[in-house]
């Protein structure tokens, strides 16, 4: 665009070529396209090639500098093996944990927040948020640090104080989900409890009102205002939710950042980033990347239609 | 919408970035410029992922500057994390682009790097010269089909490290312990008058373990590259280990799972174990982070399985590569020769990283004979010079990267740690993954 109008100038009808940028700035059909076209473009070049060309990948055995040899489905045959199995059902049991205590959790901090009594809110709510802000990666080493094995580490130190015994945390199956699980739900609550505010936010007063003057409780009210209300804001949630539980990577790799015993904290991203960058076998890589990409859908598909989000409105 | 802008703001950012200077790495322009008689220095790109690295290259730079003036180099020295920086050489080179004219390959990676087309330089030029004086082993490593990819660090030969302080309080004399039955005999004692562990294992990393079955003359892929992960001497190594720590109980697993996570290092400071068994670079962990063991260290070859085994093995390993998309192939060799291979490079090798240098030929130097108080005054390269040719190092091919990654995270967790498999099954299930990848 900038080249245009330096060419312009050069010209010796510099009004006309203006007249002519400007008619494309004010033309009713093309403007829109000018105004996605920076998104558009971008899309272009860093979403949609990529994930073309990694399937393409998928079926290949990519030896780098353009070289491919074409093998058909055998990356895919490949990923029937228990490292694959171990890393989905450590995804879904992570996606699981967060559902379970991310939508309650942050639901419950909204309505306490809401409440127009409550003091110093505005404090809370930013308090909460702070840590949505942070790194991964920073929170993260704070979490390695605090969650060390030693007897001296902070937690080791007051679970010894308390009478148990000190942890091996990031060396066992259980104490690896918890760190991962925790790490998250400490980072996230935040993001969904301003979700569920703005959600609680758009419900009218009156509704509570008119429920009050029908002699209705606080229970009353909020599982028959509140949450059916909060229905769609608690979709939205649960699918982002979903989305993030099974594309997880930094949790897990802040605590096993080189390799993992165990697979403990083996998820499908984690595998992807494994098999193609740790041990250079970009094709089976990207095989993983497009059944992740299969089995988020679907698994999106199926909740959404549950929730009934695809029928027309009545 | 935030997407959008999200991916607006990377645009503008690679736009940028896009219109930052290009240094100057031709040279060529010495003729034009109004003093033609001092040349200008020639800019390599050198990238490691150990910073202690980057003041032992720029100690090489003053070095060649100094002995060549005519070819003056430049050094631009990035550090990265380890398996960051192995990532983004792996993409540099697969895409053709962006990668550095001299780099430090971790050998965990380095087959990595030796598959498909070799986007590395050959290194035979510089190396065959040479080849007598250095520990033969070191260089295969880096090789394939007989051509030199890489320069080697250090030996890495496995040593067993004896906290004398420990083995005083038990009797217990390291020059005695030949074999490792002799080393569990003695495990027993010091667990017995100290209450403290013999040794300590990795059980998310590979040693003792590979060292172990290196020095038997086995090791994860035979010569041909062949997983040969589940043959009996490994069965029989691994159970050994895991009788160690279950059924003699003179060993335990490291705190942090390795002996490089920041758990480990107060344990061993704390004399949590009585010995380790451990490569020789490891000289400079001792030295780094257990301050309090000073004095109390002794070295010794490691303890032998029956008469006729090696008493040591060339462990892990820094093979320095210079890349194809270097613009001053010939150079960049040089240099790299320049700072690796000659003997002042090996002895500052010693001096500056305290590792134990590839060419064996400045092991009697005097720098290297002097007595260290830290390991109780000892002249540490006798043991070196007494084992020289028993040395022998792991074959490298393009699976080990991947038979180093199972052997780390599933075969050692799940034998010694988790114990959800028999060492036997442990190996087996890492072999058969191994084969599956195998094309």
């Known amino acids: 665009m900038t080249k245009k109008v330096a060419d312009s100038k050069e010209g010796n009808v510099p009004s006309k070529n203006i007249q002519r940028i400007k008619k494309i700035f004010y033309s009713q059909t093309l403007a829109p396209y000018i105004f996605i076209l920076p998104f558009l473009l971008s899309f272009l070049i860093f979403f949609l090639y990529p994930t073309i060309n990694t399937f393409f990948m998928s079926f290949h055995e990519v030896l780098g500098m353009g070289n491919q040899n074409f093998i058909g489905l055998t990356n895919y045959q490949r990923l029937f093996n228990q490292n694959f199995y171990e890393a989905i059902r450590t995804n879904t049991l992570y996606t699981i944990f967060l559902i379970i205590i991310l939508i309650p959790l942050s639901m419950l901090f909204a309505t306490l927040l809401n409440l127009k009594y409550l003091k110093g809110r505005n404090f809370f709510k930013s308090a909460l948020f702070v840590p949505a802000l942070t790194s991964i990666i920073v929170a993260g080493v704070a979490f390695r640090l605090l969650f060390g094995e030693m007897e001296t580490a902070f937690v080791n130190s007051i679970l010894i104080r308390l009478g148990f015994s000190a942890k091996q945390w990031t060396l066992n199956h259980d104490t690896g989900m918890f760190l991962m699980v925790s790490l998250a739900s400490w980072k996230m609550i935040g993001i969904y409890m301003i979700y569920f505010i703005s959600g609680l936010q758009a419900i009218p007063e009156e509704l509570y009102e008119s429920a009050e003057i029908d002699g209705a409780n606080t229970i009353s009210k909020f599982t028959k205002i509140t949450l059916p209300l909060l229905k769609p804001i608690s979709i939205y949630v649960l699918t982002i939710l979903i989305f993030d539980g099974y594309r997880m990577f930094g949790e897990s790799f802040v605590f096993w950042n080189e390799g993992m015993p165990g697979n403990i904290g083996l998820t499908i991203v984690r595998y992807i980033y494994q098999q193609a960058f740790q041990r250079n076998n970009m094709g089976f890589g990207s095989a993983i990347g497009i059944v992740l990409l299969a089995i988020v859908l679907t698994i999106n598909l199926i909740q959404l239609r549950f929730f009934g989000v695809f029928k027309k409105e009545e | ?439």
């Not at chain 2, 070819?71 to 920086?85: D, G, I, T």
């Not at chain 2, 090789?143 to 004398?164: C, D, E, F, R």
Request: include cysteine; charge should be negative; hydrophobic fraction near 40%.
């Open chain 2, 1 to 439: 919408m935030f997407l959008a802008v999200v991916m607006l703001a990377s645009v503008m950012l690679t736009a940028c970035s896009g219109l930052a200077p290009i240094p100057n790495t031709s040279g060529s322009s010495g003729g034009d410029t109004k003093t033609p008689q001092v040349a200008e220095p020639v800019s390599l790109n050198f990238w490691v992922f150990e910073e202690l690295h980057s003041a032992f290259y720029k100690e090489a730079l003053k070095d060649w500057n100094a002995k060549y003036p005519e070819k003056p180099v430049e050094l631009v020295m990035e550090s990265y994390p380890n398996a960051e920086m192995h990532n983004k050489l792996l993409i540099a080179i697969q895409s053709g682009v962006g990668a550095p004219d001299i780099v430090d390959i971790n050998l965990n990676y380095f087959a990595n790097f030796l598959m498909g087309d070799i986007q590395l330089a050959e290194l035979n030029r510089v190396v065959d010269p040479v080849r007598e004086y250095f520990v033969e082993s070191r260089f295969d490593i880096y090789s394939k089909n007989g051509k030199v990819y890489g320069l080697p660090t250090h030996v890495g030969a496995t040593v067993a490290y004896y906290n004398m302080e420990i083995l005083n309080k038990a009797g217990v004399n390291p020059d005695d312990i030949v074999t490792w039955d002799d080393y569990i005999e003695a495990g027993k004692r010091v667990v017995e008058a100290t209450g403290t562990p013999m040794v300590a294992f990795e059980v998310s990393d590979q040693r003792p373990f590979w060292p172990m079955i290196v020095q038997r003359g086995s090791d994860y892929l035979d010569e041909n590259g062949k997983v040969i992960l589940d043959n009996d001497i490994n069965i029989d190594t691994l159970k050994r280990m895991h009788e160690m720590m279950y059924v003699h109980k003179i060993a335990v697993g490291m705190p942090g799972g390795k002996s490089w996570a920041e758990e480990f290092f107060p344990f061993m400071n704390q004399g949590g174990a009585a010995s380790i068994v451990m490569p020789m670079w490891y000289m400079s962990r001792f030295l780094a982070y257990m301050p309090d063991l000073e004095g109390k260290i002794v070295v010794r070859p490691m303890p032998v399985w029956e008469e006729g085994d090696s008493r040591s093995a060339g462990m892990g390993g820094t093979g320095t590569a210079v890349t194809m998309q270097s613009k001053n192939l010939d150079l960049a060799i040089d240099f790299l020769a320049n700072a690796k291979l000659t003997k002042e490079a090996n002895i500052r090798i010693w001096e500056m990283l305290n590792f134990d240098p590839p060419r064996w030929d400045v092991w009697d130097a005097p720098e290297l004979q002097e007595p260290d108080p830290y390991f109780g005054n000892e002249k540490i390269f006798n043991v070196m010079l007494e084992m020289k040719d028993e040395i022998l190092s792991p074959n490298m091919h393009d699976l080990s990267a991947a038979a180093q990654d199972v052997v780390k995270e599933s075969v050692m967790f799940r034998a010694l740690h988790e114990q959800s498999l028999t060492p036997e099954e442990a190996l087996k299930a890492g072999a058969e993954e191994l084969r599956s990848q195998q094309k």
